[in-house]
């Protein structure tokens, strides 16, 4: 159980499109998930934490009008990439919080989206 | 604020070996500790956690408040085991409570 799943897995785009990344809870519900960007070579970084119908907290540095979050049901999350620019290229991975049971207040990862925008 | 150090970028180790992989953070409250591990190719998963007081696949981990550390160590390496290792802090309760992650330690065990 407690599987999160991410789609697309990777996506290529040119500079200035935009890319939506679905970050969904299988078997569970949650009502907190998280977004991160990693590096290659490096840890995650916490973009901002998405909240089930309410707007997601960002952390310092991150432009909330450039990576907007969708957090509309228990089970899904969209992060989308406006305006993508060479620069945003890495690799993107939710995580979903458990609300009740064996998942409760366990972060669950999904397999990540690998952006590249040309 | 809180902070997550690994020293440790790589960590080599031959198998059978014993494995100490460290982890410093900083918090000036109760924090919670946790150690993630990436196989390769495979998405980041919870190996274990301070407050569980476990042992999984033979990895344990103690928290050292005076000393402010996390370390995780088995006793003898397995091929196995080689993999990134993300030690990780959250502050204890709260709607806030999110992951703080260090910057990873990569094992390689040789055989």
């Known amino acids: 159980g407690a599987v999160v799943s991410q789609h697309p897995s990777w996506v290529i785009c040119k500079s200035g499109t935009s890319v939506k990344i679905e970050c969904r809870s299988l078997d569970f519900q949650a009502t907190t998930m998280f977004w991160y960007r990693q590096f290659p070579k490096q840890s995650l970084m916490l973009m901002a934490t998405s909240n089930e119908g309410s707007k997601a907290t960002y952390e310092q540095g991150v432009e909330k009008d450039k990576f907007l979050i969708n957090h509309a049901s228990l089970t899904l999350s969209t992060l989308t990439v406006t305006s993508a620019h060479p620069e945003d290229s890495s690799f993107y991975i939710c995580s979903a919080r458990g609300t009740s049971g064996d998942t409760y207040n366990e972060q669950f990862f999904g397999p990540g989206t690998r952006l590249t925008v040309l | ?111």
């Not at chain 2, 397995?78 to 502050?91: K, N, P, V």
Request: glycine content about 8%.
């Open chain 2, 1 to 111: 604020a809180q902070r997550v150090t690994q020293p440790e970028k790589l960590l080599s180790v031959f198998k059978g070996a014993p494995v100490e992989l460290k982890c410093n953070y900083s918090y000036s409250g109760s924090p919670e500790l946790f150690w993630y591990v990436q196989y390769s190719r495979q998405r980041l998963q919870l190996l274990l956690r301070h407050i569980s007081r476990e042992s999984i696949k033979g990895f344990t981990a103690d928290l050292n408040k005076g000393e402010t550390s996390f370390h995780l160590k088995k006793p003898f390496a397995q091929e196995e085991d080689s993999a990134m290792y993300y030690c990780a802090l959250r502050r204890g309760g709260g709607a806030t409570n999110k992951l703080i992650f260090g910057t990873g330690t990569l094992l390689a065990v040789q055989p």
